[in-house]
C-alpha cells in the first residue's frame, strides 16, 4: 500500500472512490491544503448506486478535513464528478459518503474528530486548533447533543440505589417593570438528578419547584426508581414532596451541608444585629470583631481552622455573652451531627433543644423549628451518611462551564451541555461511530 492510499484511510476517505491530485503541508502552523478528486470509473448515482458514465462537470467543493498526526488544520479541495445516470435519466453528483449528511461542508470524520473535543473543551479551543469558524462548530455540537439525547435510552440495569437532586442557578432575567429590586428579577434554574452510584447527571429539567424534580423522575424507568434506597435533597419542601410521591421506597434525606447552612445563616444573622447594636453604642471593640470579615472564622469550628487563626477566635468568644453561647452551641449541634447512631442524634437534640431555649437567641429557635420539621430526614442522613456532595461537585463543574460559556440563554442548549459534559450523551457512553453517521470503512 502506498503513502497515498494511507493518508486517505487514516483521514476517512475510500482510496478507490478518490485520488490525490496534490498534498501542501505548511510546517510554521502545522497545516496542510490536500487536493482530491473523483476516481472516474468509481463514481455511482446517489439514488440507484448506478455507475455514471460521462463527465459533466467537475464540482469543486472546500471541505475542513480530520486531522492527520500533528497536522491538525487541514482544508480539503474536493473536485467532485457530476455524470450522467442510465437508469435516473439525471445528471448527479457523484456519490461520496466522507461528506457529512447535514453539515455539507465538513467530512465526517472532522465531524467525529471535532464533536469529541467539543465534549472535553470549548468551541472556541476547537476553533483555534482546526481553524474551522465557530459558528459552524456550534451548530455541530448543538445537533450532536440533540440527535445523541433522542437515541439515548437509560437502561434499566442502571445502577441507582443511591440518588440526589439539587438546582443551579442559570441566569437572571431583569423586568423592564423593576430595574432596581433585584428581589422581583426573574431567576432560571435548572434541577439535576444524579445518580451517586455513578456520579452521573440523569436526567434534569428547568425551573426548582416539586414539578421540575417530578419531571426528572420520570424520565427515568420505573423500574429504577423503585431501587432507590435513599434519596439526598436540600430542606426544599418541593423536591421533598416530589421525592416521597414518585420514589416509595426510597428514604428522603436532608444531609449535613444544608443543616450546617442554615445553622450558618442563622448565626450571621445575630452576627448583624449585634454589630448593629454595637455601632449604635459606639464600641468600636465589638464593631471590629464582628465585622463581615470576620464572619468565615466565627462560622468554621475551632479545629478545622489553621493554628494562626485558633487564637483569633478564641477572642472572637469574648467579644459578649451572645456570640459566646451561640458559638458553644453551634460546636455541641455540629457534635451531635457526627453521631453515628439515630437514638445518639435524638438525645444530644433533647439537651441541643433545652440549650437553645435557656439562651433566648431568637434566630437559634427559628433554626430549632427548622430542625424539628426535618427531623426524620436528618436521622435517615446520620443512618445513611448520604449527602448531596457529589451533586455540589457537579453544580461546580457546571458554574464552570456556564463562566467559560459566558452564561446561556438557551435553557435547552444549557441542559444538553449539562448532560453531555456530566450526564451519558457523550462518546465515552455511547458509541458514536455507529448509528451517529455514516462512515465509510476502507478496504
Known amino acids: 500500500m502506498d503513502l497515498s492510499n494511507l493518508i486517505l484511510i487514516a483521514m476517512g476517505f475510500q482510496p478507490e472512490a478518490v485520488k ?48 492527520l498526526g500533528a497536522l491538525q488544520k487541514i482544508k480539503i479541495i474536493f473536485y467532485q464528478l457530476q455524470g450522467a445516470c442510465g437508469r435516473c435519466l439525471k445528471h448527479p453528483l457523484a456519490e461520496a459518503n466522507f461528506i457529512h449528511p447535514r453539515f455539507k461542508k465538513m467530512t465526517t470524520a472532522f465531524a467525529e474528530h471535532a464533536g469529541r473535543w467539543m465534549e472535553e473543551t470549548t ?12 459558528m459552524s462548530l456550534w451548530r455541530l455540537d448543538q445537533w450532536r447533543m440533540q440527535r445523541m439525547k433522542k437515541l439515548f435510552e437509560i437502561p434499566t440495569d442502571l445502577p441507582m440505589s443511591f440518588a440526589s437532586a439539587d438546582e443551579v442557578h442559570m441566569r437572571t432575567v431583569k423586568p423592564k417593570d423593576y430595574p432596581m429590586d433585584k428581589s422581583r428579577w426573574d431567576k432560571k434554574f435548572i434541577t439535576n438528578l444524579v445518580s451517586c452510584d455513578l456520579s452521573r447527571v440523569v ?16 424520565q427515568i424507568p420505573e423500574d429504577i426508581r423503585d431501587r432507590i434506597k435513599f434519596i439526598a435533597v436540600d430542606m426544599h419542601d418541593g423536591f421533598i414532596n416530589a421525592a416521597t410521591k414518585l420514589c416509595p421506597n426510597a428514604k428522603v434525606t436532608v444531609d449535613r451541608f444544608h443543616v450546617a447552612e442554615a445553622l450558618n445563616r442563622a448565626f450571621d444573622d445575630l452576627r448583624k444585629e449585634e454589630h448593629d447594636k454595637a455601632k449604635l453604642e459606639k464600641d468600636r471593640f465589638q464593631c471590629e470583631m464582628l465585622r463581615p470579615s470576620k464572619r468565615y472564622i466565627l462560622m468554621t469550628r475551632k479545629k478545622q481552622l489553621p493554628r494562626g487563626e485558633q487564637k483569633l477566635f478564641e477572642r472572637l468568644m469574648q467579644v459578649n455573652q451572645k456570640i459566646n453561647s451561640a458559638l458553644i452551641l453551634m460546636e ?22 433545652e440549650l437553645v431555649m435557656t439562651s433566648k437567641i431568637i434566630q437559634f429557635e427559628s433554626f430549632l423549628k427548622t430542625v424539628k420539621k426535618h427531623q426524620t430526614r436528618i436521622e435517615a442522613y446520620i443512618s445513611s451518611k448520604l449527602t448531596t456532595a457529589i451533586s455540589e461537585g457537579i453544580n461546580n463543574k457546571i458554574k464552570v462551564l456556564k463562566r467559560v460559556g459566558y452564561t446561556y440563554t438557551n435553557e435547552t442548549s444549557f441542559k444538553n451541555k449539562i448532560l453531555q459534559r456530566c450526564g451519558f450523551i457523550n462518546s465515552r457512553h455511547l458509541d458514536t461511530s455507529g448509528w451517529y453517521w455514516h462512515v465509510p470503512t476502507p478496504h
Not at 468551541?123 to 465557530?134: D, F, K, L
Request: net charge positive; proline share 4%.
Open 332 to 353: 455541641y449541634f455540629h457534635s451531635i451531627l457526627d453521631k453515628n447512631k439515630v437514638s445518639e442524634f435524638q438525645e444530644g437534640l433533647k439537651l441541643w433543644e
Open 123 to 134: 468551541i472556541a479551543a476547537v476553533e483555534r486548533m482546526t481553524n474551522c469558524p465557530a
Open 20 to 67: 490525490i491530485e496534490d498534498f501542501l503541508v505548511n510546517a510554521a502552523d502545522l497545516s496542510a491544503n490536500l487536493t482530491i478528486r473523483h476516481v472516474r470509473e468509481q463514481c455511482r448515482c446517489p439514488y440507484c448506486q448506478e455507475p455514471l458514465y460521462g463527465v459533466k462537470q467537475w464540482r469543486k467543493r472546500e471541505l475542513w478535513g480530520a486531522p
Open 203 to 218: 436526567a434534569n429539567a428547568s425551573g426548582r419547584s416539586s414539578r421540575s424534580l417530578q419531571s426528572c423522575l420520570k
